[in-house]
């Protein structure tokens, strides 16, 4: 059975304190990572897909790397509007989404 | 357009009502989606459609009816909910159902009393 787990479940940060959140994965054929992030009240939104171990990916503050057994997401120098769940989410072959609880991100101006 | 577009935002129903939300997108994705999200939970995969047909149904009660009249249309159909029904109800799609990103709406918020 596929399962993702991540960590830690709320992080809060000062505005400009980097700092990164892992997900830890166990799949049979990974087909591919997902980072989504999601703001209260509303659907997740996409921000990176990982497909093979020393990827990377970035994006203004974000940056995520996958091993074969995790992702992180790195936050760089944080801003208040990143405030958000960060959600994570692996795809074996032939199956759907396999969610993570998220990480909850508070920063603080 | 990159947009997946769901209707009504919030919703209360009591629990005889009938109603049905409903999600469109354009972006020509196949494959379409119906999840249920709890606060503080992730999203539970409900129903995947496949080239308009239906092809993945989580052991959802009946109570939950699906329906994809063409590509860019999704409907899920309510009726005599529980209270316990009551979470965000998110749509999204996807180019085919082979894992690709999913593109999530903004979801409805519903409430059964």
């Known amino acids: 059975e596929d399962q993702v787990t991540q960590s830690p479940e709320a992080l809060r940060l000062q505005e400009g304190e980097s700092s990164s959140l892992n997900c830890s994965y166990t799949v049979s054929g990974l087909r591919g990572l997902f980072w989504y992030r999601q703001d209260p009240g509303k659907g997740p939104e996409f921000l990176f897909t990982?497909?093979?171990a020393g990827e990377e990916k970035e994006k203004e503050r974000l940056k995520a790397t996958l091993t074969k057994k995790e992702s992180f997401l790195h936050i760089t120098a944080p801003k208040p509007e990143d405030s958000a769940t960060y959600l994570c989410a692996v795809q074996a072959r032939y199956s759907t989404l396999t969610f993570g609880k998220g990480t909850m991100l508070l920063v603080s101006p | 357009d990159t947009e997946v577009t769901q209707t009504p935002k919030h919703l209360v129903m009591g629990m005889t009502n009938k109603k049905s939300l409903k999600c469109e997108q354009h972006?020509?994705?196949?494959?379409m989606y119906w999840y249920k999200q709890k606060a503080k939970k992730p999203p539970e995969l409900m129903f995947v459609y496949s080239y308009e047909k239906l092809s993945i149904n989580e052991s959802v009660p009946s109570r939950f009816s699906p329906e994809c009249p063409n590509s860019s249309l999704l409907n899920l159909h309510l009726h005599a909910l529980q209270p316990e029904d009551s979470a965000l109800y998110l749509c999204?799609?996807?180019?085919?159902?082979?894992?690709?990103?999913?593109?999530f709406g903004s979801g409805t918020q519903l409430s059964v009393l």
């Open positions: 972006m020509g994705h196949r494959a």
């Open positions: 990982l497909y093979s």
């Open positions: 999204a799609s996807s180019h085919s159902d082979r894992g690709e990103k999913l593109f």
